[in-house]
C-alpha cells in the first residue's frame, strides 16, 4: 500500500507502507487530469520505491500524458516549442523507473524517446471486438485526420478490410480544427470514426456532422483515452453519433458519463503484458 496526502500550500507526500526490497514492482498511474499532479505523484512513487531498493520499477501508464507535444517545430506555425514528450520519458527514468508500459500512446514514434524498455499495448483489439459483437452493416473506417490514418487503417484491416475514409482537417491552434473535405464515400453506410483520445469533442463532432452530411446512415465513435476535457460531453451527447465507444484507461467521473457512452475495461490487455514482464517472457 502506499500513503498519499497533500500538504495545506499544495504539495504532495509519498510514503510506502510495505517493504519492496528486492521486489519487482509495478505503479499504475494514468497521467491524467489533474496531469501535473499526477505525473508528480507518479514521479515520487518511482523515487520511493528506488530508495526502498525495490529489484525492478515498471511504470504502468494506461494513459501518458504530455505525449501530444511531439516535436520541436511546429510545421504551421514555424515556433519552437517545449519537447514535453521526450522531457517526461527522461524524468520518469531519472525518477528511478526501469521500463515502462504504455497504453495506445499519441504517436508511436514517441517510444523512441525513452533511454529505457518500452512496452507499448495496443486497446483495438478489445474494441474491435466489441464491434464486431454488434454485427455493423457496410461498415467504413473514418481517419479524423492525416495523422491517424495508420491507426484506422489497422482498425479497418481488423474489421474484415473494412473501407478507409480521411477527414482533410486544418488545425488552426489547440483545441480548434476545421474541416475542409472528406476522402472516401460514405454515402448509406456505418462510420466508424476512430482516435486515439478524445479531448474536448470539437475535431471529432465536427468530423460526424461533416459524415452526416455526406450521407452516412449512422456514425460511430471510437477511442482509446477519454480525456473529455471541457465542453465534450456536451458535444458528443447531441445525437451525432450513436456511441461512444471507449475504454478505462482514464477513470471517468459520473459527470462524464452520457447515455451515448460505452466504457470497455482494458484490464485483461494490461494484466497480460504486467505477467509477461515479470516472467520476462515473449509479448504478443
Known amino acids: 500500500a502506499i500513503q498519499r ?73 514555424k515556433r519552437r516549442e517545449a519537447l514535453t514528450s521526450k522531457l517526461v520519458a527522461n524524468m520518469l527514468s531519472e525518477a528511478g523507473a526501469d521500463r515502462v508500459i504504455i497504453v495506445d500512446i499519441h504517436s508511436p514514434q514517441s517510444c523512441g524517446f525513452f533511454d529505457i524498455p518500452v512496452d507499448h499495448v495496443y486497446a483495438s483489439p478489445v474494441l474491435v471486438k466489441y464491434l464486431k459483437a454488434k454485427k455493423l452493416d457496410d461498415v467504413t473506417v473514418v481517419a479524423p485526420d492525416v495523422g491517424g490514418v495508420a491507426r484506422a487503417r489497422a482498425v479497418a484491416k481488423a474489421l474484415d478490410d473494412a473501407p478507409l475514409a ?16 472528406l476522402v472516401g464515400d460514405v454515402q448509406g453506410r456505418t462510420a466508424v470514426l476512430v482516435d486515439d483520445m478524445i479531448d474536448t469533442g470539437g475535431t471529432i463532432c465536427e468530423g460526424a456532422r461533416v459524415l452526416r452530411e455526406k450521407g452516412a446512415r449512422q456514425v460511430f465513435a471510437l477511442c482509446t483515452h477519454p480525456v473529455f476535457s471541457g465542453p465534450a460531453v456536451e458535444r458528443l451527447s447531441s445525437g451525432v453519433f450513436e456511441e461512444v465507444i471507449t475504454t478505462n484507461t482514464i477513470p471517468l467521473r459520473q459527470d462524464k458519463q452520457f447515455p451515448q457512452l460505452k466504457v470497455l475495461s482494458v484490464a485483461p490487455l494490461i494484466g497480460e503484458t504486467v505477467w509477461r514482464v515479470h516472467e520476462q517472457s515473449m509479448m504478443r
Not at 166 to 181: G, S, T
Request: proline share 4%; net charge negative; aromatic share 8%.
Open 5 to 77: 496526502k497533500q500538504f495545506a500550500d499544495g504539495e504532495l507526500y509519498v510514503r510506502l507502507e510495505d517493504s519492496v526490497r528486492g521486489c519487482n514492482v509495478f505503479l499504475v498511474q494514468p497521467t491524467c487530469t489533474p496531469a501535473n499532479d499526477t505525473l508528480l505523484e507518479l514521479m515520487l512513487m518511482l523515487d520511493a520505491c528506488r530508495r526502498a531498493d525495490a529489484a525492478q520499477i515498471t511504470a504502468v501508464l494506461p494513459y501518458y500524458g504530455y505525449a501530444r507535444a511531439d516535436r520541436l517545430i511546429d510545421p504551421d506555425k
Open 166 to 181: 480521411i477527414i482533410d482537417k486544418r488545425r488552426e491552434a489547440h483545441n480548434v480544427a476545421k474541416v475542409f473535405n
